[in-house]
């Protein structure tokens, strides 16, 4: 489901503006969490924790997906999905650099055969890659880094329950981009073309099971071991890019996405006690 997100987003794309598009998924996400907390009788989170949900809010909605979208204007879904698989290099460091995790040389090394594997899908340093599309890798670097901050700010700061804090977080993010949008002049208007209304669709289902998914899984794991699922996208998003939006399937595409796998293998594949330190058990936390 996640690796379909960049390829509905680039059909969006389309007929919606993206920032204007990514303030509306947010918003009736936002809304949709906002009713289960409010028919659960759940906490909505006060003093720190509060403070961070609106960071996560900035970070993981409003930030990373300001860039998501943008950069999808310009490269293919597959492509920016091996660029963001540099979200685990990013988090390594950032939660190590606040104290969340021993820093791991093994782990850095594997990440950073990831990135070069990013490097030759995304055909930096040859003759052939357009120009046009750098603005579009960069964008996907700058949100890799948002994500990053966004789980380590979910392990920095109190918990708050998973709903109430992405009720916070998506309105935080969808009033940001929504201001945003109107800030570059986009237009607002709603889409009438069945492949986006079926493209918004999906992109609203999907962010309501992932980050409710997202959450339940990063109170169990670490900050950096939760981010390995983007090592893991590029898979269903290069093949349903190529079935949905005709992009091609270069040798470059495949032989970068063989140094990810082999990057997160090394990363992941740590000795017990790594293992243990990166994916804690539930019953161990305290």
Do not use: C
Not at 174 to 180: E, P, Y
């Amino acid at each position: 489901m996640a690796g379909g997100n960049a390829v509905a987003i680039r059909i969006s794309n389309r007929e919606i503006d993206p920032l204007y598009g990514a303030a509306g998924r947010f918003a009736i996400a936002a809304l949709v969490f906002a009713v289960v907390v409010v028919t659960g009788h759940a906490a909505w989170p006060r003093g720190r924790a509060l403070l961070g949900a609106v960071l996560y809010g900035v970070l993981n909605f409003a930030l990373a997906y300001g860039f998501i979208y943008e950069g999808l204007r310009s490269i293919h879904a597959g492509i920016a999905q091996v660029i963001l698989a540099a979200a685990p290099l990013a988090t390594i460091l950032l939660a190590a650099a606040f104290g969340l995790e021993s820093f791991s040389w093994r782990r850095l090394a594997g990440t950073g055969v990831a990135v070069l594997g990013i490097g030759v899908v995304s055909g930096l340093g040859s003759a052939g890659a357009p120009a046009f599309s750098l603005l579009g890798i960069g964008a996907m670097i700058a949100a890799a880094v948002s994500i990053a901050g966004g789980a380590v700010v979910v392990k920095l700061f109190p918990p708050a329950p998973g709903a109430a804090l992405n009720a916070i977080g998506m309105a935080v993010g969808a009033v940001l981009l929504g201001i945003a949008s109107l800030v570059t002049g986009e237009h607002w208007s709603v889409p009438t073309r069945p492949e986006t209304l079926a493209a918004v669709g999906f992109l609203i289902v999907s962010t309501i099971i992932l980050f409710a998914a997202f959450l339940f899984v990063i109170r169990r794991w670490s900050a950096s071991a939760t981010s390995y699922q983007f090592l893991l996208l590029p898979i269903p998003s290069v093949l349903l890019s190529a079935l949905l939006d005709a992009e091609p399937l270069t040798a470059s595409l495949f032989a970068g996405g063989l140094l990810v796998a082999a990057g997160a293998y090394t990363a992941l594949h740590s000795p017990t006690g790594a293992s243990r330190s990166a994916f804690p058990r539930a019953a161990r936390r305290p």
